[in-house]
């Protein structure tokens, strides 16, 4: 039924201030947290390239306890894979061996300094020079190989940095220390530099908070 007036119920007023949707609050969540952790993550790389350039005598014991440890770890994983029934027999015997040997090189490493150094070095050196070696032979049988060349060219600089480490560990495991700190304090600063531009940016779109009016007295509405 309709008013006697015959006029329809007049239409609610259209809304014009603008109304945060929850997609734009959580982008914005996500932005602010962003340049934080961005922030955070940039000082701490930054902090480690300093202690690496500052005292990198204390940072190769320290990589090597912690190269001792993955290596430990490495090893239970292996040997508790021997023992699983999901993998085939000819297989089991090779992960006892891996993890044996994880662990054997694990303990030596606890020994000393430059036993984890030593090991740490000629680690790094052979998976350098294999990673290198299958690159370049890859990349010299596949003649459609994008960026062929470049593919070559590193896998060769790959097997000639292995080569050194292996033929001059402790030397090349220092100059790789000081390299990384380098790398780490550019890395860091970098990212700090990222992070101050992200969170300069979050305030330049962030829209201007709109000041909304309220009545000082609530009134009632009729009861019809």
């Not at 329809?8 to 945060?20: F, G, W, Y």
């Not at 930054?46 to 320290?62: K, M, N, Y």
Request: with cysteine; net charge positive; proline share 7%.
């Amino acid at each position: 039924m309709t008013s006697p007036s015959g006029s329809p119920d007049p239409a609610p007023p259209h809304s014009t201030e603008p109304q945060d949707t929850p997609l734009a609050e959580g982008m914005a969540f996500l932005a602010n947290k962003g340049w934080q952790i961005l922030l955070t993550m940039g000082l701490a790389t930054t902090a480690l390239g300093v202690i690496a350039l500052v005292w990198p005598s204390a940072t190769l014991r320290v990589l090597g306890v912690l190269f001792g440890v993955y290596l430990l770890a490495t090893g239970v994983f292996q040997l508790a894979g021997a023992f699983g029934t999901h993998v085939p027999r000819h297989l089991r015997v090779l992960h006892f061996l891996t993890g044996a040997l994880a662990i054997l090189l694990g303990l030596i490493c606890f020994r000393g300094a430059m036993e984890s150094i030593l090991l740490l070095a000629l680690w790094i050196g052979f998976s350098w020079l294999v990673r290198g070696t299958m690159e370049t032979a890859a990349a010299a049988s596949a003649q459609d190989m994008p960026a062929r060349g470049w593919h070559v060219a590193f896998g060769i600089i790959s097997a000639l940095a292995g080569i050194v480490l292996i033929v001059s560990p402790f030397a090349s495991i220092a100059a790789l220390t000081l390299v990384v700190g380098v790398m780490a304090i550019v890395l860091g600063l970098t990212e700090v530099v990222r992070a101050i531009m992200i969170r300069i940016e979050v305030d330049r779109l962030a829209p201007a908070p709109t000041a909304k009016r309220h009545p000082l007295f609530h009134r009632p509405h009729p009861q019809h």
